[in-house]
């Protein structure tokens, strides 16, 4: 009983148990009735409350929840959404998975969202090979490299601003390389676990992904997924452009493709790798399926098949 509750009280020849309400609620109506057959037709709706934090979003946690995290940074950034959140530490590369329980219970909202992501050079950087942590240390992750790096954001090369922070994409950047990040120095970002941090603590630049020519991308990619057939014409440019990260996510992120069907794409002509995009993430030809439809098997325009 304690393991799921809020709090708990201890009261005259009693305890008292707190829990939090559900975050779904059910509702049904009926929609017809046979009384020959006995038959009822309901219509059940469900509303549920779904964890306002996605992929690439910044969130700060509780000091009480990062400390049973294994005490790591309370500033973190959400590198996957599945059943549960996963986390990552910038500044000590800690990783931590959050579920639903735990969320309600110690809930974080996300500071920054995708569009504000800023393009940054990286002007210099330093790879961290001893970094050590503290006892009750959590996991640590062994797909990432922490790197310090001193950044410039594209907008503002005519100036001498810049940025230092750590990061844990070691192992992608390179100096001149350009990466998304948010701004923490020059933005106003009302959160109430931030506001009661040390200034020292939080960073000035929170970077998120390398950033690739996104032309080159989709002319280098020779994959599509199966979709329903749609006017593109009339489709907006904002989901245009969900659509096309979606694709970049599928790239990125080999975890996630292995939950969809990815097939050649034979209407694409082969283009010659840019050398300017060397180490951009792509998929290899063994991931890929071939595109199987029913012309292939009965010939022309869907013949009927020949039978003895």
């Known amino acids: 009983l304690h393991l799921n509750a809020l709090n708990i009280k201890e009261i005259h020849e009693g305890i008292d148990f707190y829990y939090g309400s559900k975050q779904c609620k059910t509702s049904q109506r009926l929609i017809s009735h046979d009384i020959h057959s006995n038959t009822y037709n309901y219509k059940s709706t469900f509303s549920v409350e779904i964890v306002p934090v996605c992929k690439d979003n ?58 504000q992501l800023e393009e940054f050079i990286v002007m ?24 310090e790096v001193w950044v410039q954001k594209t ?50 630049v929170v970077l998120i992904k390398k950033s690739y020519d996104r032309s080159r991308k989709v002319r280098r990619r020779n994959w599509k997924l199966q979709e329903m057939s749609r006017d593109r014409e009339g489709t907006d440019t904002n989901d245009e452009r969900q659509y096309q990260d979606f694709l970049e996510d599928l790239e990125e992120d080999e975890a996630l493709r292995r939950n969809g069907n990815i097939y050649r794409d034979a209407a694409k002509i082969p283009v010659e790798s840019d050398t300017d995009d060397e180490g951009a993430p792509c998929i290899s030809l063994v991931e ?8 292939d098997a009965t010939g022309g325009e869907g013949d009927g098949m020949m039978t003895d």
């Open 58 to 115: 910044v969130v700060c946690l509780s000091p009480w929840l990062a400390q049973s995290l294994g005490n790591m940074g309370q500033v973190c950034v959400c590198v996957r959404v599945t059943s549960t959140i996963h986390l990552i530490d910038p500044r000590t590369l800690q990783i931590a998975e959050v579920d639903g329980n735990t969320y309600w219970r110690y809930p974080f909202s996300s500071l920054c969202n995708p569009r």
């Open 124 to 147: 210099d950087m330093d790879i961290i090979r001893d970094q050590k942590l503290g006892a009750g240390a959590g996991v640590r992750s062994n797909k990432h490299t922490l790197a």
């Open 155 to 204: 907008s503002e090369m005519d100036t001498s601003q810049q940025y230092h922070c750590r990061t844990f994409l070691g192992h992608l950047l390179n100096i001149g390389d350009l990466v998304l990040g948010y701004d923490f120095a020059n933005s106003n970002i009302n959160d109430e676990f931030l506001n009661k941090m040390n200034p020292q603590h939080v960073p000035d």
């Open 288 to 295: 890929m399926l071939e595109e199987l439809s029913l012309s």
